[in-house]
């Protein structure tokens, strides 16, 4: 198939030339009703924000551009089928999990998942058994999770439905998820892979696999976060022998919104484009820049650039640290101060994500040192503390209380110290990575109290936890 294709931004090019008199939705008739101060925003874009017309084709139907774009897509990732998603890698996550699993069913889900994958796991009214990934101590972070331990939990639960990844971890981490995959499928059992922050993995051999490449079964990417495609852009790949694609399409019409966004659509089109476009000189050139920005990162007073473990990881994302007593969030507060926005900060680190440029496109090394610089310069000597592992957790848990149970019992509000060894009624995340700390149903332990403490104490921002903000936490009495 010829990549080079835009059909559906060429289609609504096309429509918009025509000078179209809109007596259809939207209300803002191709940007015309909109206040004089914010068309110079809007008025461009909204001209393509059009709806289901003749010619424009339905996403939730599609025979005509739309259905060329996704081909396209499928094409060129190499999938049975391949779908765009205009409510973001959630509604991916929801419906491939949903239409993977059962009411009752086992699935074994990686602990370090986004809040998504349990969302979808409790609307199948599913049973999660929870593996614990791997800990990089220098980080501080958890990676994915060993071949080691989805065989015993396979052993354990040999009646696992499916299994759930994540891949790559946000900081770009990957692990040998190809192992797990055959070994999956030897049992039988599907491989589900929440890939947001894989996008653009297929585009070069300079980034690793995807696992849409190692044959999961079903594989979701947030393409607005590495590809040129708005927010809430993403796809959706079917690979599957043991799935019903079907299914997968069934969930998605019924979770997807009945007014899905062209601009959106029409960006996720491009965004394949500029991916299947994606040259090894263009690659080449990305490395030389990103090794220019390490290098002179790492020349700073007061940071250091780390480095993924055999030099494994997504080159797109580079962690730095404070050599100091500053926080992550105290770097990323400083670097705010001059215009630099990064994309999460946790205890220890900041995290940056490089854009996938290509070759002779701007992007101003020097100037945007030069800003760091600046904003490192007040950094004091005192020396960091020693990263503690406070957020392991145990290889293989489950909940202690079901759904069903959780919903006929009344929580109550007790104080963080006297909350070891009771069972969570909260579903804490600190967002982002929008990674749960804690499920409800699950049992506390002393390390999570520590580092909920740790993170309230460098300035961490929860999502679910404003309980927290006062010294108490929500749980389910025995």
């Not at 300079?206 to 947030?222: E, K, Y």
């Amino acid at each position: 198939m010829n990549q080079n294709k835009m059909p559906i931004f060429d289609a609504l090019k096309a429509h918009i030339e025509r000078s179209p008199v809109s007596f259809h939705v939207p209300g803002h008739k191709y940007g015309g009703l909109l206040p004089d101060g914010v068309k110079g925003y809007f008025q461009e874009l909204l001209k393509l924000d059009a709806t289901e017309l003749n010619g424009l084709d339905d996403l939730h139907s599609p025979e005509g551009i739309i259905l060329e774009a996704e081909d396209l897509l499928s094409h060129f990732h190499g999938t049975k089928r391949s779908f765009f998603l205009v409510n973001g890698s959630t509604v991916g996550n929801l419906a491939m999990i949903m239409a993977a699993i059962a009411e009752d069913d086992t699935v074994l889900v990686q602990r370090n998942c986004h809040k998504s994958v349990l969302n979808g796991v409790q609307l199948a009214k599913a049973h999660p058994v929870f593996l614990g990934p791997d800990f990089d101590e220098e980080w501080g972070v958890a990676g994915g999770i060993s071949l080691q331990t989805v065989k015993l939990a396979m052993d354990e639960y040999p009646d696992a439905k499916a299994i759930i990844l994540t891949y790559p971890n946000y900081y770009g981490m990957v692990n040998d998820i190809e192992e797990i995959i055959q070994y999956s499928h030897t049992k039988g059992i599907p491989v589900l892979i929440d890939e947001a922050h894989g996008a653009h993995f297929a585009g070069n051999e300079i980034f690793p696999r995807s696992a849409v490449q190692l044959r999961a079964d079903i594989v979701v990417q947030s393409a607005h976060k590495t590809l040129p495609a708005m927010t809430m852009g993403a796809y959706l790949h079917f690979n599957s022998e043991i799935l019903s694609e079907r299914r997968v399409s069934d969930y998605l019409q019924i979770l997807q919104s009945s007014s899905p966004s062209y601009p959106i659509m029409a960006s996720l089109d491009m965004a394949r484009h500029y991916l299947a476009a994606y040259s090894n000189e263009d690659a080449s050139d990305l490395l030389l820049k990103i090794a220019e920005f390490r290098k002179k990162l790492q020349q700073i007073r007061g940071i250091q650039v780390l480095d993924y473990q055999n030099g494994k990881g997504d080159p797109l994302k580079i962690t730095i640290q404070s050599t100091t007593s500053l926080s992550g969030y105290d770097l990323q507060s400083l670097l705010e101060g001059i215009g630099i926005f990064a994309e999460m900060a946790d205890p220890y680190n900041v995290l940056l994500v490089f854009p996938l440029l290509k070759k002779d496109m701007d992007f101003s090394i020097e100037e945007i040192i030069k800003r760091f610089e600046t904003a490192l310069q007040p950094i004091p000597n005192t020396r960091r503390s020693k990263i503690v592992n406070s957020i392991d957790k145990p290889g293989i848990s489950k909940l202690s209380l079901s759904v069903e149970e959780m919903r006929s019992i009344t929580s109550q509000s007790i104080p963080l110290e006297e909350a070891v060894g009771q069972i969570s009624a909260q579903l804490l995340i600190p967002y982002p990575p929008g990674i749960p700390l804690l499920f409800p149903g699950e049992k506390i332990r002393t390390e999570d109290i520590d580092f909920i403490k740790l993170l309230l104490k460098t300035g961490a921002r929860f999502q679910g936890g404003d309980s927290l903000k006062s010294g108490r936490i929500d749980i389910f009495p025995k």
